[in-house]
């Protein structure tokens, strides 16, 4: 028993002495007994208590078992080494390197001279390594040197990251260069009229102010897709929730698009009534307006362009918007959507394209969480179909 847990001997002791002077001194031996009782009674009660025991920090050890349960479902790679061998690697390390990993060194894991240099160099560090399961894959490597010959290392990957900036850097080039060009065009031509604006004929004067004037329209359409696209494009995971009348809204943005030129003779509409859909009515409309202007664009010059809406077998509003054009080439279609891609640059040009209309019809169709989906045959003409859920198939 422990120092601080015994009883108090010495008063004890004095007790018993105590009660025996007394009973022979002639005090009842009861009596005695009852005193004796009564002071080691108070004794005990006054005795300190004991100190809460001192807990024992000891230092934290994990299994090796253990510490593999324990890091097995992370989304990140990850693995443990000693001494450059993986003695643990998680399911998602397993699944991007092999699970032949497991006992092999690290080095030859990895493949990878930055990953190498960074293994040899026996402490924390990290090395941006590319190529590493994919030819364009970017992979942060991180390595933590713990006590001894043992390492945690992670992989981080950084591809999304590399696309998302590579998508950037390209997105402002290419709106640089299309800005850059009409304002080259105008700056030329005003240039051109001030210079010689004493000797320039009238014919020639206006053809320059024509052309002045197309190029700033040029522009002004540019700008408004951009601002366009870039308002679309932060609303994007905000689901539009007002309800819609679909066949009001394809009639009358078709009609205007197909207005200018006298081209509303050869618009052909057949469209479902009751329609409805959650959506942002103003966006549908630039919906319908990008897709039957496209169509009298690249469509033939004298060929009906026509517009259909229909409940399509799925439930969903289905719009098809279909021109009898020279049609497009199948290595094409999966880049339309692209923004300033062009199949034909001269000719978009030419009509006064900005290169972003299918683009911003793609973003309004995904903001609604509908699908998009272009069918070609060169000769024949092309067809764009979007379908956008109903009101009353909508998820919570």
């Not at 009564?38 to 510490?67: H, I, K, N, Y």
């Amino acid at each position: 028993m422990s120092e601080e847990t015994s009883l108090p001997w010495a008063g004890v002791a004095l007790a018993i002495a105590t009660s025996l002077v007394l009973v022979f001194a002639g005090l009842d031996p009861v009596l005695g007994v009852l005193m004796f009782v009564v002071w080691l009674g108070s004794l005990m009660l006054s005795r300190p208590a004991p100190p809460p025991p001192q807990s024992q920090v000891e230092d934290a050890t994990f299994s090796r078992a253990g510490l593999a349960d324990m890091i097995e479902h992370s989304g990140t790679p990850l693995m443990l080494s000693e001494r450059n061998r993986v003695i643990i690697a998680n399911r998602a390390a397993r699944e991007l390197l092999g699970n032949h990993i497991l006992e092999q060194d690290v080095r030859v894991a990895l493949r990878h001279p930055e990953a190498i240099a960074l293994m040899d160099r026996r402490q924390s560090g990290e090395a941006i390594i590319t190529g590493l399961v994919r030819p364009k894959d970017i992979w942060n490597l991180s390595r933590y040197q713990m006590e001894g010959d043992v390492a945690v290392i992670e992989l981080l990957n950084k591809t999304a990251e590399a696309d998302i900036s590579r998508a950037h850097t390209d997105f402002v080039a290419n709106a640089s260069h299309e800005l850059r060009t009409p304002l080259a065009s105008i700056i030329g031509y005003v240039e051109t009229l001030e210079e010689d604006a004493g000797r320039m004929d009238a014919a020639t004067s206006k053809k320059f102010l024509d052309t002045i004037l197309r190029e700033a329209r040029r522009l002004q359409n540019l700008v408004s897709d951009l601002m366009s696209l870039s308002r679309i494009e932060a609303e994007k995971h905000e689901r539009p929730q007002t309800p819609v009348l679909l066949n009001t809204v394809v009639e009358h943005a078709s009609r205007d698009a197909a207005a200018p030129e006298g081209r509303l003779a050869r618009l052909e509409l057949d469209l479902e009534d009751s329609l409805t859909v959650a959506g942002d009515e103003q966006q549908l409309e630039q919906l319908v307006r990008n897709l039957v202007d496209n169509a009298y664009k690249y469509g033939g010059s004298d060929t009906p362009v026509t517009v259909r809406l229909s409940r399509a077998a799925s439930g969903d509003a289905k719009l098809e918007v279909i021109d009898r054009g020279a049609g497009i080439a199948p290595e094409h279609i999966p880049h339309l959507t692209r923004r300033f891609y062009r199949t034909d640059p001269g000719r978009s040009l030419a009509s006064g394209g900005t290169g972003l209309g299918l683009a911003i019809v793609k973003h309004i169709v995904q903001r609604h969480r509908g699908r998009l989906d272009i069918s070609s045959e060169v000769g024949k003409g092309t067809t764009i179909t979007a379908r956008i859920p109903l009101i009353t198939d909508r998820a919570g």
